[in-house]
């Protein structure tokens, strides 16, 4: 599904991923864990098409494919999906006519009709379920004045819209209370598939509890250096990073 | 010869072709004397600090129509609300066309400036309330002039119009560089209730300059609510006098949709004579090229417990230019005045540029008062986010400007008229998607 090759990418000049590898399988979920800086996010933002990242050398692949060149919105085109770790807010677009434009737009792209309305109101609807969203917060501006745990709640809500190949979950724990926590992971168990792959990207083991990872790896200063089973979570949360970075360093 | 000599000189072949033994007949004879006095306003008014007309008054304009031309509907089809049935008043090159038009006299007068101007029975009205609001400034004057025809209406106390009105202005370019100058009276009564949609559209490339004075009264309880569509073409300019005055208790509402033109002012003045007033000023603005857009607006709150709202819309690409100048009084005796102002802007280009200024006098000590501007950038981890989600780059732009702009659009009472201003603004953001937000 996704495969990153050696993959060095800066910012303003500053390197950032230093050579890191992935190899995600359909059907499979992988955590990448990390000390603050390490490179998660920018990770995330550079499968998703961000443009302020340059990538210096390495690939990334998706099902085979090189989307290096691909704009943020033909990635997605092509099922990529990132849930944000900081949603941005739109004020004047309600979070249902995103979708409809959302998933209308990425249909044409596609090759496809829109749907009709009849069907997206449906789907809207099975899906505000899912994730226990209250009908009148759909037709709120999007992320305006939405709490933290509404923010990512609604992040889960749009992939379960999308139905992503790949979807990357960036902090999506973050701000969750341990209920909205319970009600997303179930939402991303649900929505989980052979055919689909989901990178969850955390600080913390406690989301791994409910989103079991097939694979841990730890990142660290720009790349992986460390990758396990989802004991190496455990591991982490007990023992923290400082042994993997004395380590690296030894 | 200047543009300013020519209009002087042609008042009196002006005089012979319009009946001279009317109330009119003096108000006009000072009008032109003013605007001889006064002539153009020049960019070294603090008025007119931002906009030059200079270029625009260059031209050799006609300044009288001279012949009758003919439009066929299917032609000028798409400048009408046609989805919606509606009072019409059409003109073409500024003569009346009485074959795109419908008009009424049943209860309510919804008819001409040249009738109202002429005919007996109108006479006390015409001199209770025409150039009455107006200001006697030289482009006000100027029109006053020579004003001839417009858009009469006169809605007697407690009723409805039972539809709104369209008011239409074409010209066609029969003339080298045409001047129009539509003289518009509408008087609500008591109770009343009116719509009207105004809209000045050139279908030819030769350059066109339109001076317009606008009159409303709006008496006690009256609501009003003014929709003005500016989506001219490259080479047609428009200076729009708007005056409003209102009594206790009644609601006034302009939109002004700006979304292109040569060079667009737009004078838009309340005078509220009563207690417990509300005036709202709403404006869109979409431009890019060279247009130039300039909003000039003035709210006088002379009496207690009245409100203005103000809400001022930008987006300006390329080379575009944009104003806003809105200018807030409360007098003493205006206590318990709430006025709210305010103007936000994205500038989408590094050549764009926006003026805008709040000028506010308040010699009231109990009022609530503010204004707010802003001028900024599309957000690009706003745009980021959009496209991660499948919107492609040029529709996420569109998307954020329309949101940027949406709750200006909310308050349009007319769901044709909201959806034709949405068409409009998809077309100018150049992207084919509907935007019913």
């Not at chain 1, 961000?50 to 390495?58: L, Q």
């Amino acid at each position: 599904m996704l495969e990153i090759k050696d993959l060095h990418a800066s910012v303003e000049g500053k390197e950032i991923l230093k050579g890191l590898n992935l190899n995600v399988k359909a059907g499979e979920i992988h955590a990448i864990m990390g000390p603050n800086g390490a490179g998660k996010s920018t990770l995330a933002s550079i499968v998703a098409g961000k443009e302020e990242y340059e990538v210096t050398k390495g690939g990334i692949l998706l099902e085979g494919e090189d989307i290096e060149d691909l704009a943020a919105e033909e990635r997605a085109h092509k099922g990529v999906f990132l849930s944000f770790q900081y949603p941005v807010e739109i004020p004047g677009v309600t979070v249902t006519n995103f979708m409809k434009t959302a998933i209308n737009e990425t249909r044409k792209a596609q090759g496809l009709e829109e749907m009709p309305a009849k069907d997206m109101l449906k789907k809207i609807r099975e899906k505000s379920e899912l994730l226990e969203i209250d009908r009148k917060f759909l037709s709120r501006s999007l992320n305006e004045g939405f709490s933290g745990g509404e923010k990512k709640r609604n992040e889960i809500f749009q992939m379960a819209m999308m139905e992503p190949k790949l979807a990357i979950l960036d902090e999506t724990d973050s701000g969750l209370d341990i209920d909205a926590l319970r009600i997303v992971a179930n939402g991303v168990n649900k929505l989980k598939s052979e055919d689909n792959a989901i990178v969850v990207i955390t600080h913390y083991q406690r989301l791994l509890d409910y989103i079991v990872p097939d694979f841990v790896h730890v990142l660290y200063d720009g790349k992986i250096v460390k990758s396990g089973t989802k004991d190496l979570a455990l591991e982490l949360e007990e023992k923290g990073y400082d042994w993997i970075k004395e380590e690296i360093n030894a | 010869m200047e543009l300013k000599d020519k209009l002087v000189s042609s008042f009196l072949a002006f005089e012979n072709t319009v009946d001279v033994d009317t109330a009119v007949h003096d108000i006009r004879s000072q009008a032109i004397k003013t605007f001889e006095e006064k002539g153009f306003p020049t960019k070294k008014e603090e008025a007119w600090k931002y906009t030059s007309l200079n270029a625009v008054l260059k031209h050799d304009y006609s300044i009288f129509p001279k012949e009758e031309n003919a439009l066929d509907f299917k032609d000028i089809k798409k400048y009408f609300l046609h989805d919606l049935d509606t009072y019409k008043i059409v003109f073409i090159d500024g003569k009346y066309s009485s074959h795109l038009s419908e008009t009424t006299h049943d209860k309510i007068d919804v008819c001409l400036m040249s009738s109202a101007l002429t005919h007996e029975k109108y006479r006390p009205i015409i001199e209770n309330y025409f150039n009455k609001v107006a200001r006697k400034d030289g482009l006000t004057s100027l029109n006053t002039a020579f004003s001839r025809e417009g858009a009469y209406i006169y809605i007697p106390k407690n009723k409805l119009a039972d539809k709104p009105i369209q008011i239409i202005h074409f010209s066609t370019g029969n003339e080298a560089a045409q001047m129009l100058q539509p003289r518009n009276l509408i008087i609500v009564g008591e109770n009343s209730h009116v719509q009207i949609i105004e809209r000045h559209q050139s279908l030819t490339d030769n350059p066109v300059l339109t001076n317009s004075v606008t009159e409303i009264f709006a008496d006690k309880r009256a609501f009003v609510d003014y929709y003005k569509i500016q989506n001219d073409n490259q080479n047609a300019s428009l200076i729009d006098n708007t005056y409003i005055e209102q009594h206790a208790q009644s609601v006034a509402s302009v939109h002004t949709f700006a979304f292109g033109g040569n060079i667009t002012r737009n004078n838009l003045n309340f005078y509220q004579k009563g207690e417990g007033i509300d005036s709202i000023l709403n404006g869109i603005t979409i431009i890019e090229g060279k247009q130039h857009v300039d909003h000039n607006t003035l709210v006088h709150h002379t009496e207690p417990n009245c409100e203005s709202h103000q809400d001022y819309k930008g987006i300006f690409g390329e080379k575009a230019t944009g104003v806003f100048n809105g200018k807030i009084v409360v007098n003493k005796e205006a206590q318990k005045t709430n006025a709210f102002q305010s103007n936000n802007n994205i500038l989408l280009s590094d050549k764009a540029t926006i003026n805008s200024k709040p000028q506010l006098e308040i010699f009231a000590d109990d009022v609530k008062c503010s204004h707010g501007c802003t001028i900024g950038q599309l957000d690009d981890n706003a745009l980021f986010y959009m496209k991660s989600r499948g919107i492609g780059e040029k529709e996420a732009r569109a998307l954020l400007m329309y949101a940027f702009a949406n709750n200006v659009l909310s308050s349009v009472k007319i769901p044709q008229l909201k959806s034709r201003i949405n068409k409009l603004i998809a077309t100018k953001l150049g992207v084919n998607i509907g935007f019913d937000l």
